[in-house]
């Protein structure tokens, strides 16, 4: 069987919460990344952006193309000079009690030489007034190879306890 | 290839210079599920995807996209492929379903999430009106398209046992 859909590495937060989840040196040895994420911050808003950062690279390379649903109506925007990738994929401590925020980031081509582009799918469930589906097309306009990966609250608060995030390896060959 | 290898690839495709159609030929049945990742690489990047090498009138599509200022929704019935913009003047990235594309008893539909950063951002369901277990895909080049240099075409297979 091929190498392929393999698990690079996993966070699993502990008691007490983690500020950020870190991926570090990633290998450029796949195709593709493929990144799973189940979140909750400690923010008191019900839901609470989750920022994700490509090798320590800030600045005012992100932007995104953004397609969102809250149950009512969908809509349409955009962000762009930003110093992260913005995600709808983090509850905030004011949602339904044990309930996460889900997202998935396709990145395919994440060791090449061009601008990075990304896929984003991201929900963010809640049994009250507030919840949103959410589809991204980002872009992070770097030509590096991708090599690590950040993620934080954009409340700056931590993510709490069982909060997960997965990264997968996925090759075409 | 065996059932039981799951997210294997099937083949890929790098186009090594302007053209206009890419192809996957003889796809096995071996699988449950297929996955088609593309990138797409040029500004002129609208394509009809034919199945089976099929042009009758048996495709239609909904779509729900934004462009990044509102979000819209439309639909085409009995075209004669499905169509689909694949990339803009970023790598357009698209992930194409194929569930339960073996079987000869069910029509065939396609989900597919399109993102072209600084462009669209969307999901649009396929529907191909056969019974036919899918073999073949082509990915063709609209009018005043082509497939530029470097855009990948890859084609996974899922397997549920």
């Known amino acids: ?75 349409s925007a955009s962000r762009s000079g930003n110093a992260q990738m913005y995600a709808i994929a983090s509850s905030g401590a004011s949602n339904t009690a044990s309930t996460f925020g889900n997202g998935e980031y396709y990145i395919p081509n994440y060791a090449g030489s061009a601008n990075k582009s990304i896929s984003l799918d991201a929900v963010n469930e809640n049994n009250g ?30 993510f709490v306890q069982y909060s997960t995030a997965y990264l997968y390896g996925i090759k075409n060959s | 290839m065996a059932a039981g290898a799951t997210y294997e690839p099937i083949a890929t495709q790098t186009a090594s210079g302007s053209t206009t ?13 297929l996955i088609v990742v593309i990138r797409v690489l040029g500004s002129a990047a609208d394509f009809d995807l034919r199945i089976n090498n099929d042009s009758g009138s ?28 694949l990339g803009g003047a970023n790598p357009g990235v698209n992930i194409l379903q194929f569930n339960n594309y073996s079987n000869t008893t069910t029509n065939k539909t396609m989900l597919q999430r399109l993102n072209i950063p600084g462009g669209y951002v969307g999901a649009f369901v396929g529907l191909y009106r056969s019974t036919s277990a899918i073999n073949r895909l082509d990915f063709i080049a609209q009018s005043g398209n082509n497939i530029q240099a470097n855009s990948t075409y890859t084609l996974y297979g899922i397997a549920a046992a």
Request: zero cysteines; hydrophobic letters at 35%.
């Open chain 1, 1 to 75: 069987m091929a190498n392929t859909y393999k698990l690079i590495a996993s966070s699993t937060v502990g008691s007490g919460g983690a500020a950020n989840i870190t991926f570090s040196s990633i290998a450029g040895t796949y195709t593709d990344l493929l990144l799973k994420v189940s979140l909750r911050s400690g923010a008191s808003a019900f839901n609470d952006y989750v920022l994700l950062q490509f090798n320590s690279s800030g600045g005012t390379a992100y932007s995104d193309r953004q397609l969102t649903g809250n149950g009512t109506a969908a809509s």
């Open chain 1, 129 to 158: 007034t507030e919840a949103y589906a959410n589809l991204s097309a980002g872009l992070w306009s770097n030509t590096a190879a991708i090599t690590s990966i950040v993620l934080t609250n954009n409340s700056a608060t931590n």
């Open chain 2, 58 to 85: 048996n495709y239609s599509v909904t779509r729900i996209y934004g462009d990044g200022s509102s979000a819209a929704s439309n639909r085409a019935t009995s075209q004669t492929a499905i169509q689909m913009t």
């Open chain 2, 21 to 33: 159609s890419i192809s996957f030929t003889s796809i096995p049945s071996t699988y449950t599920d």
